[in-house]
């Protein structure tokens, strides 16, 4: 009477069978949730991953000069390439004008070389023309910058698919002749200073948004409802204006003979305008009213939950009103302000036109220059390592971030 | 056997209309007065004319854009209407087509500029001008070296954030002759010397990025005097009775171009298009909504006599104009772009 395992009224181990339905369930709840799964793989994973192989990968030069990039590969780099690299060049080239892609070869040289566009489609055209050897004497006499050695070295380089130059590119570093990593000329070098730039005026919003939301979210909490709904749609007018009559608006108030320098002059604080447009204060404050929603409103929902029982007590066990606060209250509301200074901190390192209208010389921030290298010059590897850099930041800033507050203390309410 | 007769003749003449109605070419240009503009000088009378549909939408003259729409092979578009650097990438990229002035039944040696561009067929001519409100001014600036002038003429000036243009006026300013700015500024030393010229009013310049913002830091008085598209200063003198002033001294030409990409569905309309509004006639009538300059020459003769004068391309405006070169920015468009934000943040 000693059965190995209960069976179920059809013989099957009851054990068995209570997988098998299991399996079921998980199935189900697979088939669910796999449309959503799928379209995060094609439209978040996929496009991202693509981005990130674009800032290294970039087989352009070896799919344009195949032949001279293998006839290079014993090249030593000290001399000018031996006539039969230069042979190898010139049937290159000869395919490239056929198939029209000279233009593309010179962009994608252009990167590395600057000006150097313009020459190999002239250079092209007459080496069309060659046909008969010694090639190297012939292809250097037609154009200077094809006698520079450094020219040969880039195409050297281009034989490996992968490149490090976007990268560094975006660090302000690239590689020297000799292949070592250098610093960018100074007068070149502006990508660590945006990226800088970037963080720093984010943080800056973060903190203004908080020190403004928070005291109104304590209002909008603790007022009755009626007076806390219509505060709370002043609250998110700012959302429901489009972003042009917004700037206008920060225009009129904030410009050399706008109202706000009229009221300053006119209480006597200043005797000139202040150069409150066009400035880091503008962006500053443009972007804190942009962003003072999305800072207040989970640090609020999140003190619509607070019991005042807390507070009461704390009260009646003898702490006054500012120990209890601090104390009791803010602890409880920490996870909002998490939550909204995370979404804020992160939607800021993505603005670019706001800075771009209100901003001074000094405020453009890195998605203005990431914009720019994707639809004006089509340089998506340069687009690519700088999206790539600013991604790889956030990460980091998010890791210390979760460090120090711990990211399952983030409560959206 | 009748009655089929007929259905099958019936079925052939609604297919004939169907094909002649299917008939549109579809047609992407930068929006605004510009349009309206086009509209007005193009669309309209060319779908009067030929009984193509013209559908039309705007775009903010995105290269990503075009790249899209021929690489996955979804031409939407027949014609764009292109600025110039745009153009030269485009061709570069083999995305928009080469031009033949021959099919398209046009003499290439009526445009001006025709031969910096492969790709399109220039339509419009636009100036980078300075322009200056006249109650603010006295005595009024006449040349374009005043800008740089900030004893005779103090105040704040606006500059578009960019080197384009820039960079040759500073130049000019310095003593650099008109022929000799891309030859100057090709080399180290050439940079050099413009950024040093523009040092000089650095302190004292407003950064503008939107075209629109220039007639407005001047209405608000934010500034003295600015640079600017003309069509932009008209407007705001024409429409807005604003007292500005335009000074033509040293203008900087540049150009719109009609482009096909490579694969349009409706090619044949999209050149019957081009062609239609490339006419000296058409061209003629387009000053009449915005004071751009038609790129085909023939087109000055049949322009208004009191429209002309506000023309860039007018001939007296040209006397000391200078063509923007951008072969020359998209060989160091790059560089210099990137050296001038270093410079900006200095």
Known sequence: MTSAAELTIDGVPLKQRLKRTELRQKLKALGLVLPLFIFIIFSFVMPIGTLLMNSFVDPGIRNLLPATVEALVEWDGKDLPPESAFAAFVADIKINQQNGTVPLLGKRLNYEISGIRSKIQNAAKKIEKLDQPPFKSAVIAMEPMLANTSTWVIIQRGHSIFTPNYLLNALDLKLDEAGQVVAMPEDRAIYKSIYLRTLLISLTVTLATLVLGYPVAWLLANLPTRTANLLLIFVLLPFWTSLLVRTTAWFVLLQDNGAMNEFLIALGVTNEPLKLIFSRFGTIVAMTHIQLPFTLLPIYSVMKTISPSYMRAARSLGAGPTYAFVKVYMPQTLPGIAAGCLLTFILCLGYYITPALVGGPTDQMVSGVIADAMNRDLNWGKASALGAILLGATIILYLVYDRLVGIDNVKLG | ?346
């Not at chain 2, 007005?40 to 903010?60: C, H, L, Q, R, S």
């Not at chain 2, 398209?104 to 067929?121: E, N, Q």
Request: glycine share 6%; net charge neutral; with cysteine.
């Open chain 2, 1 to 346: 056997m009748k009655n089929i007769s007929l259905a099958f003749a019936l079925l052939a003449g609604a297919a004939m209309v169907s094909t002649a109605q299917a008939q549109q070419v579809n047609i992407l240009s930068g929006g605004g007065a510009y349009q309206e503009s086009q509209q007005k000088a193009y669309f309209k009378p060319f779908e009067k004319a030929t009984g193509i549909k013209v559908v039309e939408d705007e775009y903010n003259f995105e290269l990503a854009k075009i790249k899209s729409e021929v690489d996955s092979g979804a031409v939407k578009t027949d014609v764009f209407d292109l600025d110039a650097p745009t153009t030269l990438q485009a061709c570069a990229e083999g995305i928009i087509e080469k031009v033949d002035y021959a099919k398209l039944g046009l003499d290439k040696s009526k445009f001006i500029g025709a031969d910096r561009f492969d790709c399109g067929v220039p339509t419009i001519i636009y100036g980078y001008v300075f322009a200056f409100d006249t109650t603010k001014l006295k005595p009024a600036p006449t040349k374009m070296a005043d800008v740089f002038d900030l004893k005779t003429f103090p105040g704040k000036r606006a500059l578009q954030k960019s080197p384009v243009a820039n960079l040759e006026w500073a130049l000019i300013a310095d003593g650099v002759a008109r022929e000799e700015v891309y030859k100057v500024l090709g080399t180290k030393e050439g940079v050099d010397r413009a950024f040093k010229k523009l040092d000089t009013i650095k302190s004292q310049v407003v950064w503008w990025e939107a075209g629109a913002q220039p007639p407005q830091l001047l209405a608000d008085g934010q500034v003295v005097i600015t640079s600017a598209w003309n069509g932009r200063i008209f407007n705001a003198i024409k429409k807005d009775n604003k007292p500005f002033k335009i000074i033509w001294d040293n203008q900087g030409l540049d150009w719109d171009v009609w482009a096909m990409p490579k694969g349009a569905k409706n090619r044949d309309a999209a050149m019957k298009f081009i062609a239609f509004a490339s006419g000296a006639e058409t061209q003629a009538d387009q000053t009449n909504y915005i004071s751009y300059g038609p790129a085909n020459k023939d087109a000055i003769a049949k322009i208004k006599a009191d429209i002309l004068p506000d023309l860039p391309t007018a001939p007296e405006n040209m006397k000391t104009a200078w063509e923007v070169d951008p072969s020359f920015w998209s060989d160091n468009g790059d560089e210099l772009r990137e050296r001038f934000s270093s410079w900006l943040a200095k």
